[in-house]
């Protein structure tokens, strides 16, 4: 069955940096686009940054444009998320989001498969 599994979660210092990883596993199609997203207090799960399957096309947030960036590596199923210039307002629970109905994420469409998420804290 399919798995997403999210690691490298932790504390850091506002101005630190973190990366996120997501290896996924079980899935019947070679094909699907890859996403973040994240939890934080007293908001609603919002959208970090989409990329599709060959990573030639992502997206990343206004609030982490310039700081944050996606990719990933088909060769081991595996999604990043380097975290970098990290403030307070980024602590949350950071998922991974996976859809193997589309190469091309599109936008924050309903993605199939979930992680079960990796907390991040800055203070």
């Known amino acids: 069955h399919v798995q997403l599994v999210e690691s490298g979660g932790g504390s850091v210092q506002p101005g630190g940096s973190l990366r996120l990883s997501c290896a996924a596993s079980?899935?019947?199609?070679?094909?699907?686009?890859m996403a973040w997203f994240r939890q934080t207090p007293g908001k609603e799960r919002e959208g970090v940054a989409h990329i599709s399957h060959g990573g030639k096309s992502s997206f990343l947030a206004g609030s982490v444009l310039g700081r944050f960036a996606i990719f990933r590596d088909n060769t081991n199923g595996t999604l990043y998320l380097q975290m970098n210039n990290l403030t307070p307002e980024d602590t949350g629970v950071y998922y991974c989001?996976?859809?193997?109905?589309?190469?091309?994420?599109?936008?924050?469409?309903?993605?199939?498969?979930w992680g079960q998420g990796t907390q991040v804290t800055v203070s």
């Open positions: 079980g899935f019947t199609s070679s094909v699907y686009c």
């Open positions: 989001a996976a859809d193997p109905r589309r190469a091309s994420c599109g936008g924050w469409k309903e993605f199939q498969y």
